[in-house]
């Protein structure tokens, strides 16, 4: 069964600082590779999203980077704020109905 | 425009009991989804309607869970009989054909715990 492997489990930073959150997938039949944001109470919803043959996508404060030849990506969030506070997902898209296949998510906490 | 709607949000039943949920997509959405998301992991998805068909049931459970999705709008889930391991959050998505994950929008989900 394909598989998306993230970390770390938790993540405490200052706000205004960087936050970094790692996935890693196993094999290369995926599509896309999005992350979701879920707050409390609430569904995933999806944040920024990246191609196979894209090394890099910034969107505001968020930066997916990716490196295809060690199958890994990463989200960057700039100038952290605790409103960003949530939990957050990596995801890789694959098939003809474009499944999603979602990591085990990462609680990120910025504190003032 | 209305978002995704589940019922109920809650639900607390002893193992061996049979529950059912409720979705109702946004409107003009052809594809809906069932995820399930167990505590600390990201949600599974147990099965996908395109309208009326079923296109992809291969994580669910069949001797215990079904779904169905009448006129390809409404769906519900049904676990029956429940057992501890079902304790989860039952996350019901849509998308509109043909544009699947990018258009996908999520429900609050129903958290369900099995006692």
């Known amino acids: 069964q394909q598989q998306v492997k993230q970390s770390p489990q938790s993540l405490i930073v200052q706000k205004g600082g960087i936050s970094i959150i790692n996935c890693a997938y196993e094999?290369?039949?995926?599509?896309?590779f999005p992350w979701y944001q879920q707050f409390p109470g609430k569904g995933p919803a999806l944040l920024i999203a990246?191609?196979?043959?894209?090394s890099e996508k910034k969107e505001g404060r968020f930066t997916i980077s990716f490196n295809k030849s060690a199958k890994q990506f990463s989200l960057h969030i700039m100038d952290s704020q605790p409103g960003d506070s949530a939990t957050y997902f990596c995801a890789a898209v694959s098939g003809g109905y474009q499944k999603v296949t979602f990591g085990t998510g990462t609680k990120l906490q910025v504190i003032p | 425009e209305a978002g995704v709607a589940q019922s109920p949000r809650y639900k607390i039943i002893e193992k061996r009991q049979s529950v059912a949920f409720w979705c109702n997509p946004i409107s003009g959405h052809a594809t809906l989804y069932w995820y399930q998301q167990i505590l600390g992991q990201g949600p599974k998805l147990l099965i996908q309607?395109?309208?009326?068909?079923?296109?992809?049931d291969s994580q669910l459970p069949k001797d215990r869970f079904s779904a169905e999705r009448l006129k390809g709008v409404d769906s519900t889930l049904k676990i029956q009989p429940a057992k501890l391991e079902d304790s989860a959050v039952y996350l019901c998505?849509?998308?509109?054909?043909?544009?699947?994950?990018?258009?996908?929008?999520f429900g609050p989900g129903t958290r369900l715990l099995v006692l």
């Open positions: 094999n290369t039949a995926f599509d896309y």
């Open positions: 998505a849509s998308s509109l054909a043909g544009a699947t994950w990018e258009t996908q929008y």
């Open positions: 990246i191609r196979p043959d894209v």
């Open positions: 309607f395109q309208n009326n068909g079923v296109v992809d």
